[in-house]
């Protein structure tokens, strides 16, 4: 038996490192972490205005981007009391969706499905063109602020027919990945015993209560070959819980069940963006005035990966104290369970498709 | 053209934006850190996806193992270019260590090209390549200049006025080296060359800046990543495209 | 340039001063690139009477949002006190209240993202230096996505521009309130306010010099050459413009105007084009006097 500390290409920034206890070419106990340099978001919103922190967040990583800004406008707001207009949360969600889509079809680009690019791209423009229009960028979009958005208009049209427009390509990516899940699943002996949290949809109602942060598993901090893993992972309710697509889809035999869950969301997604745009109004109010006073609020959002909270202390136009708890944090406690039993070949496929980013392990 | 990409201390939103390109213009990415890909690669342009702290002694010898093996560096983004929002940051590891460990690629690496943003567009990137592809120098001159060591330029005298638009050079004297409005507003000296177009505000990634005839920073937004610098048309001609 | 490179080719020229050939009726030297030049006005009165002289901005690009070659336009409107602002505009109806000459800085660009999130297909209307920042934004579009997206750009002759409470001294200095102005004017060479009262306040153009944005002496583009169309009152008769036509887009617009009727056009020969020639003219040689130009590259807080 040996101890063998290999890092995972994940096709997400940072770097994820699986130590693992293989016996026969079979896992046995395994753990995974991360070296990557924390940006230290929680550290560097200090003493900063509070809207620093939603465009910090956004550039933790470009896979939840969007979802961790909206994450803390509404975690700002709720520290503030603040009622934001619904044609803004209405917004925000549509804008979330277009989020998700992008992430999600930039991660099956990156698996090993061999999909068509030309069709997840086209997906991924019209995703950007949402973005666009509700964001006022493509990446990091600047126009989510506490109180709204800060939008003249909401171009509910082009919304509306930039989501539709791709519907049928989304379909159509969707059944090319299901088969192709179906093909790899033959192939890769696994299983998924673990607890879920996380319902299709926008927000999420988890807690800083349910939430409970550990240093990570002895296991790995005496064996690891690094000098340094930083993270931390995050339970749920007491418990190494799985959160992200699958957990949401409730597609949790396989692990290779994340592309497939995450293909369905697209279409989900798309059909959500088609119908917000349908019945918003172009010009209803989307933001409302803020006053910096004090507070302490949280919030949970469904970002592509999975649920991720943000509790954040405000002292008048200061941030005083945040907490970010990622999905990473999460999915990093629940992924020894899923590497065990697993034949070691097998373990970066595994691992890319549970959509672990170094960057978020560690922010 | 074959192309690697070196992701570092990043977010993606750079390679992420750059696969999108080389899908649009028909490049191949050959190589990729992202991927797995390690040690030298067989490629003919590496981009460096991100900032560099230096005190992570692997990812230092990374650069430079990967860097020296291609023939045309281009650092990809802000945080590749001048440091950016991961300079910005204070990146702590050790709680009593609290000062700039990060900086540009160009610091510890000789680089050719740098393209500004956060992220820089799809449309912006995809563009340089094509200027790299027919070897268009003059359309690839601000990608240049604004690479490697631009502290140590110097003016050339006595050249003569020819347009509106100074050369990048004479701009860069004035500034504070970092190349952000943010920073220092007088990059663009903003009483000499500003004419209150508004470009730098609508190109803005984090809408640090509003028009009030002249640009105005909202300093709780900012960035640093100086793409309201790059994207000013007085900081660099460019001939009708 | 474009006089060598015809040597080179080993083309006949029949001239090498002024109108090239003798044929155009402006010199591109001047004036930039272009395909025609018409002395143009609304037809709509409504228009003509909003707009400074003939309208000709105003009807061109509301014929443009009718017909839908584009469905927003960023154009500068005058809100109280004639101090401008952008704004993206889709009714063409709307368009009316950009219409006439501002005379201090609107940051129309600032409004170009906006437009193209929003929109399929943007106009944008603007100074030379703004249509000189769209062009550097499409071939350099570091954070501006879908520039493509501009289909059009229409380039006013400028030049220079005044800020805000640069314009007030100034009229204060003649003696004018600014809620007394009915009309403001650039014309022969004098800046001409006309008060409601019916008066007119003039003074030299040559004397705005200390009103003006610095930041505009070091610009030489007058008839905002790398625009697809350009348009001004100078060279033109009384309540005429001068149309300077670029592109083949804006030749297909201006025609499909003139035959619906939009735009009524003139002989050239009518106008005094020569005027165009002259101030472009006075305004690349007046860069080497100014401040940025002798300014740089001696910067007093770096050491060379």
């Not at chain 2, 502290?151 to 050339?156: E, G, V």
Request: glycine share 6%.
């Amino acid at each position: 038996m040996e101890i063998k500390t290999v890092r995972i290409p994940t096709g997400t920034p940072g770097d994820i490192h699986a130590v693992m206890e293989v016996s026969d070419g079979v896992i046995v106990n395994a753990e995974v972490c991360s070296s990557t340099t924390p940006l230290a978001w929680e550290t560097l919103v200090l003493e900063k205005h509070p809207e620093f922190a939603i465009v910090a967040a956004e550039r933790v990583c470009a896979g939840c981007d969007a979802s961790a800004g909206l994450a803390v406008a509404e975690a700002i707001e709720n520290a503030l009391e603040v009622q934001v207009p619904d044609a803004a949360t209405e917004a925000r969600e549509a804008l979330n969706a277009a989020n998700t889509v992008r992430s999600h079809a930039t991660s099956l680009l990156k698996s090993d499905l061999d999909l068509d690019a030309d069709a997840l791209y086209t997906v991924i423009k019209a995703a950007k063109k949402v973005l666009h229009a509700l964001g006022r960028k493509p990446d990091h979009p600047p126009a989510i602020t506490p109180g709204g958005l800060e939008l003249e208009t909401i171009p509910t049209a082009k919304v509306e027919n930039a989501a539709k427009e791709a519907l049928e390509t989304a379909e159509k990516i969707k059944d090319d990945t299901t088969s192709a899940v179906d093909d790899l699943k033959d192939e890769i002996q696994a299983e998924m015993n673990v607890e879920t949290y996380g319902e299709p949809g926008y927000k999420a109602d988890l807690t800083p209560d349910d939430v409970e942060i550990v240093p990570p598993d002895e296991f790995y901090r005496m064996k690891s070959a690094l000098e340094l893993a930083n993270n931390h992972v995050a339970l749920v309710d007491g418990n190494p819980t799985l959160v992200g697509p699958q957990a949401r889809k409730n597609l949790t035999d396989h692990p290779l069940d994340a592309y497939t869950a995450k293909a369905e969301e697209i279409v989900e997604s798309l059909e959500k963006i088609a119908e917000t745009a349908e019945n918003l109004d172009p010009n209803a109010d989307v933001k409302t005035d803020v006053e910096y006073t004090s507070g302490e609020g949280h919030a949970a959002v469904e970002a592509p990966e999975g649920t991720l909270l943000v509790t954040i202390k405000l002292r008048n136009d200061r941030v005083d104290e945040a907490l970010m708890v990622t999905p990473s944090n999460v999915k990093a406690a629940v992924a020894g369970r899923v590497l065990k039993d697993l034949e070691e070949e097998h373990a970066p496929t595994v691992i890319k498709a549970l959509g672990l980013s170094g960057r978020c392990l560690t922010h | 053209m074959k192309i690697a990409v070196l992701s570092l201390m990043a977010c993606g939103a750079c390679a992420r934006n750059l696969e999108e390109a080389c899908h649009e213009t028909g490049h191949e990415i050959v190589w990729s850190s992202l991927d797995g890909d390690t040690g030298k690669p067989d490629a003919d342009v590496l981009f460096i996806d991100g900032a560099v702290d230096f005190t992570d002694h692997e990812t230092l010898e990374k650069l430079q193992e990967t860097a020296s093996a291609v023939g045309t560096v281009v650092s990809l983004g802000s945080c590749a270019a001048t440091g950016g929002f991961e300079r910005h940051v204070i990146g702590m590891r050790d709680p009593d260590r609290y000062h700039f460990t990060v900086f540009p690629a160009a610091k510890f690496t000789d680089t050719d090209y740098a393209i500004t943003g956060c992220p820089p567009t799809t449309d912006a990137i995809a563009a340089f390549l094509r200027a790299l592809d027919e070897r268009d120098e003059e359309a690839l001159r601000p990608y240049k200049v604004l690479s490697g060591d631009y502290h140590a330029l110097k003016p050339d005298l006595p050249a003569p006025v020819t347009g509106p638009e100074l050369p990048v050079e004479d701009v860069l004297l004035t500034s504070n080296k970092d190349l952000c409005l943010g920073c220092d507003l007088d990059v663009i000296e903003k009483d000499l060359f500003c004419v209150g177009c508004g470009t730098c505000s609508t190109a803005c990634p984090a809408m640090a800046i509003v028009m009030d005839e002249k640009p105005v920073i909202r300093q709780e937004r900012c960035i640093r990543c100086g793409t309201c610098f790059a994207s000013c048309p007085r900081s660099f001609k460019t001939t009708r495209g | 340039m474009r006089k060598i490179l015809r040597k080179l080719v080993g083309k006949e020229e029949e001239t090498e001063t002024g109108t090239d050939g003798g044929e155009r009726p402006l010199d591109p030297e001047l004036v930039g690139e272009y395909r025609t030049v018409l002395l143009t006005r609304a037809t709509d009165e409504r228009v003509r009477e909003a707009g400074q002289d003939g309208g000709t901005t105003t009807a061109l690009l509301a014929h443009a949002l009718d017909e839908g070659h584009v469905d927003a336009v960023v154009a500068a409107v005058k809100k109280n006190g004639w101090k401008p602002e952008p704004r993206i505009i889709t009714d063409p109806d709307e368009l009316i209240e950009a219409a006439g000459s501002k005379y201090s800085i609107s940051p129309n660009v600032s409004l170009l993202n906006e437009a193209l999130a929003a929109h399929e297909s943007v106009a944008i209307v603007g100074t030379p230096c703004q249509i000189t920042a769209v062009r550097k934004a499409q071939k350099y579009p570091y954070g501006l996505p879908d520039t493509d997206a501009v289909a059009l750009t229409v380039g006013i002759f400028c030049t220079e521009n005044f800020e805000y409470d640069n314009l007030l001294a100034l009229l204060k200095d003649m003696n004018v309130d600014i809620d007394d102005v009915e009309r403001m004017d650039i014309s022969k060479g004098k800046f001409i306010v006309l008060t409601k009262d019916g008066e007119e306040h003039t003074v030299p153009v040559k004397e705005l010099g200390r009103y003006s944005n610095e930041a505009c002496e070091y610009c030489t583009d007058f008839t905002a050459e790398e625009a697809d169309v350009s348009v001004g009152s100078v060279g033109a008769p009384d309540g005429w413009n001068v149309l300077i036509v670029r592109t083949e887009t804006a030749e297909e617009l201006v025609q499909s105007a003139v035959e619906n009727d939009v735009l009524e056009t003139k002989d050239p020969e009518e106008g005094n084009l020569n005027l165009v020639e002259k101030l472009s003219e006075d305004k690349k040689t007046r860069i080497q006097a100014s401040k940025c130009a002798t300014w740089r590259p001696y910067h007093p807080n770096v050491p060379l």
